[in-house]
């Protein structure tokens, strides 16, 4: 199994701009959510989705957007690039939501986006 | 009230020493209890898992405090390779990461 897979590893936009930042399991999880990484904070949850056809917000989904078509893919949107948005992106899945006994998210490797 | 506090650090700290880092948390109804581990610009990486007052890995112990609404993790016998960023994770309807504390093991 590849686990978690994030594409691409490195992104440098310009505001305004427009991109998609994608994620892939193929675990057969239910569970998919992207976090955002910024020094001195922890990891904190944009949007999230519980299986396919179903996303839900997180803590932070200003100016982001989600869909899952699929329990494979779960890509995020970014719809108008701000500075704001210069971050570190972790996609991450699991088996089941909530259940402490299968909750072990994985993580993929981060994608690094500045956003100048 | 941050949800989740963590001592930042750094920790350094020799080969074979034993370290503990504590974290507290607001929220009392926090079911489960998670210690993730990451490693310089990496994923984080599930470490532990904690479900009722405490559970132990190898060189590794967790132990869980409900009515002071702490946690702890005990590492004995520092490694090298132990050196990363401990993250403190508790559970409700959602994984709340805290800022993580920086343990630095030298030679």
């Known amino acids: 199994n590849a686990g978690v897979t994030q594409t691409p590893k490195f992104q440098v936009l310009k505001t305004g701009q427009s991109m998609t930042l994608q994620c892939a399991q193929d675990?057969?999880?239910?569970?998919m959510s992207w976090y955002r990484q910024d020094p001195g904070m922890g990891l904190r949850l944009i949007h999230y989705s519980v299986g396919a056809g179903i996303t839900d917000q997180g803590e932070v989904p200003n100016g982001y957007n989600v869909s899952r078509s699929t329990t494979e893919d779960f890509p995020l949107r970014l719809l108008s690039a701000a500075p704001s948005q210069t971050s570190v992106y972790f996609c991450a899945s699991s088996y089941s939501r909530g259940l402490p006994s299968t909750d072990t998210q994985y993580f993929g490797p981060g994608t690094r986006l500045t956003v100048l | 009230r941050k949800e989740v506090e963590q001592d930042p650090g750094p920790f350094n700290v020799p080969e074979g020493a034993t370290v503990a880092f504590n974290c507290t948390y607001s929220?009392?109804?926090?079911?489960?209890f998670f210690w993730y581990r990451q490693d310089c610009r990496k994923e984080p990486k599930l470490l532990m898992s904690v479900y009722s007052s405490g559970n132990e890995d190898g060189r590794f112990t967790a132990q869980l405090n409900r009515a002071s609404q702490y946690i702890s993790l005990l590492i004995r016998d520092s490694k090298l390779s132990d050196s990363a960023t401990y993250l403190c994770v508790p559970f409700t309807d959602k994984l709340i990461f805290g800022t993580g504390t920086r343990l630095q093991v030298f030679p």
């Open positions: 929220n009392s109804a926090s079911q489960s």
């Open positions: 675990m057969n999880h239910e569970y």
